[in-house]
């Protein structure tokens, strides 16, 4: 059956808004020496990752059925995190799309904030949300770090980067590129970093690295990866913590391995992984498994699903494909894919595998 103008408007309207919505206005750009991931103008990935031109992304959404998103819906926020955990507690606190709490020895960070009714750069159009924050922000601890893994508009939220800066005064982590633009809104505290780079301004007892991911950045329609995505690595007293960013599953996962040893946590992205054409920046349930194995992590943590509308899958489409294929597991992977507002303490490394993180770092 041919699809009529209007119905291909409709089904391309996730992806128009992925490629689109996160690239109206003009963003800053890098400015540097050239790097084996930057020429002097713009980012790359590492290794063969493969492009994602606009023309192929449309021609596999026309041939794509959307999944269902319900409604927004009004509901419950989860319970008031504590305020701190003592030295060797880790907590995570899923609070929606890629924003997660990490509590550890003492200090607490949040990842990636979205506060926002719309992931866009203006109020009334864009993909908006389908329900609310699982943690109301008032309920928010203090918070000491922000870690913020590119500059798309999921993921930098200026209007939820203010409030946080005005309750909370954080040191914001920003990739290379990103600084200029939190520090115009008056910002105090912000360091970027090129992958590899640890921050110098955090709070004692907590290392704080920036390290590889496979994505790709713009605020913009003409600063296409001219500022650095990155994911963050954690170095708790109980093992290291990966907040991986927005990525595809690509070579990064082992050079993280190799540096860091075996993960503690591991926070991945599961969502937006529809049409298939999009895996190459856009995990789903299968190559965050794979990653999963990769990092060799005691624990993993779902994230970036269910919050806004961004590609094809449906509401709930990721996080009940991660639950069936961790049924198919033989040995089950601690996987965890938790509800809005859920927090959970995470156990340290086993003695033998902390030794290998020691050993390789």
């Not at 606190?93 to 960070?109: C, K, P, S």
């Not at 008032?138 to 980067?161: A, F, G, K, R």
Request: aromatic share 8%.
């Amino acid at each position: 059956m041919r699809l009529d103008h209007r119905h291909q408007v409709t089904r391309l309207w996730p992806v128009l808004a992925l490629s689109l919505w996160t690239g109206c206005f003009a963003g800053t750009v890098h400015r540097g020496p050239a790097t084996d991931h930057f020429d002097g103008e713009t980012f790359q990935n590492l290794g063969d990752a493969p492009k994602l031109p606009a023309l192929k992304l449309i021609g596999a959404a026309l041939k794509e059925e959307r999944g269902a998103w319900r409604p927004y819906a009004e509901l419950p926020f989860g319970p008031k995190p504590p305020e701190r955990v003592g030295p060797g507690q880790l907590r995570v606190t899923f609070i929606n799309h890629a924003t997660v709490l990490l509590q550890a020895d003492g200090v607490n960070v949040l990842t990636d904030p979205i506060y926002s009714d719309r992931a866009s750069p203006v109020s009334f159009v864009g993909p908006k949300r389908v329900r609310p924050p699982g943690i109301r922000f008032e309920d928010l601890p203090p918070i000491d770090v922000v870690v913020v893994s590119h500059n798309h508009y999921d993921h930098m939220d200026l209007p939820t980067l203010r409030q946080l800066e005005a309750a909370h005064h954080p040191l914001f982590l920003v990739g290379l590129g990103n600084r200029e633009l939190l520090k115009a809104e008056g910002f105090q505290h912000v360091e970027e970093l090129d992958w590899w780079q640890s921050a110098k301004g955090g709070p004692p007892g907590l290392k704080v690295t920036a390290v590889p991911a496979q994505h790709r950045s713009n605020r913009g329609l003409t600063d296409q990866e001219e500022t650095l995505w990155a994911g963050y690595v954690l170095e708790t007293s109980g093992g290291p913590v990966l907040f991986a960013g927005d990525t595809g599953l690509g070579p990064h996962f082992q050079r993280i391995a190799e540096r860091f040893g075996p993960m503690r946590l591991s926070v991945l992205p599961i969502g937006a992984f529809r049409p298939r054409v999009i895996h190459p920046v856009h995990m789903g349930p299968e190559q965050a498994l794979e990653a999963h194995r990769v990092l060799r992590s005691s624990t993993s943590v779902a994230m970036h699903y269910g919050t806004f509308p961004m590609a094809f899958d449906g509401q709930d489409e990721a996080k009940y494909l991660l639950l069936r294929l961790l049924l198919k597991e033989e040995v089950r992977p601690r996987f965890w894919a938790l509800d809005f507002g859920e927090g959970r303490d995470v156990s340290p490394l086993a003695p033998e595998d902390a030794g290998r993180a020691d050993a390789g770092r």
